[in-house]
């Protein structure tokens, strides 16, 4: 790995087998180049020059990002879920549960710590999500022709799903949260692995045959994605 500075902006040059087209990645500000090994230093130069409009723009998208705002977790505060709004109902009960009820997500709990409307909100969340995305996985793997082994959802803190090449297909809960086209993107992503395992334009392909704006949604969660928490 080697880095290259252009317009006063480092980009790390990572070469690797693995891959056969060159593609640019930005996370946390900091911007990477990926490319075949055997690709010269003058077409990576190229390539940088190129893409430095996107560049800057991405960088630009990302400072604008909003971390999201520390819950206090009582009544009146906002939750999303499946990309709508809902207000928190906090309801003293002997009988902890979690529903959702004309624009109110309620819980109703014995004790009204934060710690444990979290975590009933939590698990909410991850019994919601993977009820949601089985379905959906289901749908869509009959349309793309594939049939992975398994499906469940998973605390990740960096990346919206994974497949794993024996067809284990998982997905970050918090996805639940973005409206549904995105969560259909990050399906169709993750099935269309099953088909080539990797980034390549053949992968892309595949994936723009069966979500025409996947751009959109993958721009969506660039933007949005670290707000999606409780």
């Known amino acids: 790995m080697n880095t290259i500075v252009h317009q006063n902006l480092s980009i790390q040059v990572v070469r690797t087998k693995r891959i056969k087209t060159a593609s640019i ?3 946390d500000g900091l911007v990477r180049a990926l490319v075949p090994d055997q690709i010269s230093d003058f077409k990576v130069e190229t390539l940088i020059k190129k893409r430095m409009p996107w560049i800057r723009k991405k960088l630009q998208d990302e ?14 505060e906002c939750l999303t879920y499946l990309g709508k ?5 906090v309801i003293a009960n002997s009988k902890c549960s979690v529903k959702l009820i004309s624009g109110y997500i309620e819980v109703s709990t014995s004790k009204k710590s934060p710690n444990k409307i979290k975590e009933l909100l ?5 019994d919601h999500a993977m009820e949601r995305l089985k379905e959906k996985t289901d749908r869509y793997s009959n349309i793309i022709g594939v049939s992975p082994n398994t499906v469940s959802v ?17 997905y970050n809960w918090r996805i639940i949260m973005s409206p549904h086209r995105v969560v259909d993107y990050i ?22 045959n069966n979500c025409k704006n996947y751009r959109e949604c993958r721009d969506w969660l660039k933007i949005n994605g670290k707000s999606l928490a409780i």
């Open 25 to 27: 990645q930005i996370r």
């Open 63 to 76: 400072s604008k990002i909003i971390s999201p705002s520390k819950k206090e977790y009582v009544s009146g």
């Open 85 to 89: 709004n809902y207000r928190l109902k």
């Open 122 to 126: 939590t698990q909410w969340y991850i």
């Open 154 to 170: 998973r605390d990740y803190k960096s990346k919206w799903g994974s497949c794993s090449s024996d067809g284990k297909i998982s």
């Open 187 to 208: 399906v169709i992503h993750e099935l269309c692995h099953m088909l080539e395992h990797n980034h390549s334009k053949d992968f892309w392909r595949h994936v723009s």
